[in-house]
């Protein structure tokens, strides 16, 4: 599974082409209605020297370069560097190779996505207004309760964190490509604008001098669906905008190398218990007591490590990290993003399990205690929802490939197969009644759906 980015470097980059003088444009919003949406460019050649030059950017040292530069009416920076792809990782929305399946004709919004991909070729934004088309288009629009009228009354905001995102992540955000535009405006900003509803309605709930615990997202999508790029992105966007945020996985949880070396002995023959991953495999006690300790972190000055696992060790068995080496956060917290590709997960009738792999059943009887253990945190959930199991295989593979094509160690195909087979009973189970259901104790309106295709991109539901 791709490893957490430690120190906020993250391995999605993209290599971009340098450039000596860039454009800057300022756009200048003018509203005369709600319905109606005029805007005025001006640009100005300036040479710029890049942010960044030799390594990803801490998130306050961008959140203070981008405070000493932002106008009132916001201004659009294009910046370049060149930075190297790390092994065995990147972005599909990223990568010029790739298209997106989308919904859009004519720029109308269709029902389901259509099966031609846009051409990878330079998007440049030639305006905010063929920005704002964009956006309107999205697939999660409606969904959201977004309309063109709402978006024009706060288009400063989408620039502004479309701005944040691309300098994120090393991109030009006048010259992105349509998937890269894609995953920006129509998925990262419209999910990060509902949990930003999310947190307000949570605080409005406690009066003025109440402690306010921080809202706990839960992010449950299968493995190499992009949930640890969302969350990266999202904790980011918190904080340019002066929240606190936090992130923890499931991952963060697992067993020691020496108690999941008991439990493997205690469940001979077991696939799923082997090695670490199923239900079983994680130790309860530490996630209640870091998710209870995270949720009192609502004073200036309070401060807790976070837990943290080392998938690297024993040659890649993995065991937790050394304490020393824990992140450390401070409070007062507003949000916590939660991620793991079962979160959510609930039991099934033992009928159900058995007839997708008898060796589940014990995997199901453990996952009775995850509920208090992990989901009766959770307030608010997004559902990262996937047509097919199969597709884990194919990212996984996806990354191995890129691996082995840069030179570094990678699975064969068949060791791929064998990683994802001890995951995808328990997708087989558990899937389709987290997407019926949602998870125990969710209310739908603090739940969010996202389906997603193979590209990793939302799509509209049919």
């Not at 949570?202 to 003025?208: G, L, M, N, P, V």
């Not at 402690?211 to 190499?224: T, Y």
């Not at 087989?428 to 991109?457: C, F, H, M, Q, W």
Request: glycine share 6%; proline share 6%.
């Amino acid at each position: 599974m791709i490893q957490r980015p430690t120190n906020l470097q993250h391995p999605f980059l993209l290599n971009c082409a340098e450039i000596d003088e860039l454009n800057y444009s300022r756009p200048q919003l003018i509203s005369s209605s709600l319905n109606k949406l005029l805007v005025n460019m001006d640009v100005l050649q300036r040479p710029v020297t890049p942010l960044i030059t030799s390594s990803p950017p801490s998130i306050s040292a961008v959140y203070d370069w981008n405070t000493n530069h932002a106008s009132s009416s916001f201004r659009l920076h294009r910046f370049a560097s060149q930075l190297p792809l790390k092994s065995g990782h990147g972005c599909s929305w990223m990568q010029d190779t790739k298209t997106y399946k989308n919904s859009i004709a004519n720029k109308e919004r269709r029902h389901g996505p259509l099966h031609s991909g846009f051409s990878t070729t330079a998007a440049e934004i030639a305006s905010v207004k063929d920005l704002f088309d964009f956006i309107c288009s999205g697939p999660l629009i409606d969904k959201l309760g977004f309309t063109r009228e709402s978006i024009g009354e706060s288009i400063d905001k989408w620039l502004e964190n479309g701005f944040h995102v691309c300098k994120l992540f090393n991109i030009n955000e006048l010259n992105l490509t349509t998937p890269q535009k894609a995953r920006i405006y129509h998925y990262y900003i419209p999910v990060f604008l509902w949990c930003e509803r999310q947190i307000s309605d949570h605080r409005s709930a406690y009066k003025d001098g109440d402690d306010i615990p921080p809202l706990v997202i839960g992010f449950s999508a299968p493995q190499g669906c992009g949930k640890t790029t969302l969350v990266f992105a999202l904790d980011y966007l918190f904080k340019t905008s002066g929240r606190k945020s936090a992130t923890i996985s499931i991952d963060d949880f697992y067993l020691t190398h020496d108690n999941q070396a008991k439990l493997r002995e205690k469940n001979p023959g077991n696939a799923l218990l082997e090695f670490r991953g199923n239900a079983g495999s994680h130790d309860l006690s530490l996630s209640v007591e870091t998710l209870t300790a995270v949720g009192k972190l609502t004073k200036e000055g309070m401060k807790m490590k976070l837990p943290r696992y080392d998938k690297s060790a024993y040659n890649g068995r993995g065991d937790r990290a050394d304490p020393s080496t824990w992140p450390e956060v401070e409070g007062p917290l507003s949000v916590v993003l939660f991620e793991g590709w079962m979160l959510g997960f609930k039991p099934v009738p033992t009928e159900v399990v058995k007839a997708v792999d008898p060796q589940l059943e014990i995997v199901n009887k453990n996952l009775e205690a995850y509920y208090d253990a992990w989901d009766k945190f959770v307030k608010s959930w997004i559902i990262i929802k996937i047509k097919d199991p199969s597709c884990v295989f194919q990212w996984r593979l996806q990354a191995e490939i890129q691996m082995r094509e840069a030179g570094n160690p990678g699975m064969t195909d068949e060791e791929v197969m064998d990683f994802v087979s001890r995951y995808l009973p328990a997708y087989n189970a558990y899937l389709p009644t987290l997407y019926t259901e949602g998870p125990k104790g969710s209310e739908s309106n603090r739940t969010l759906i996202v389906e997603i295709d193979e590209e990793r991109n939302p799509i509209l539901a049919g």
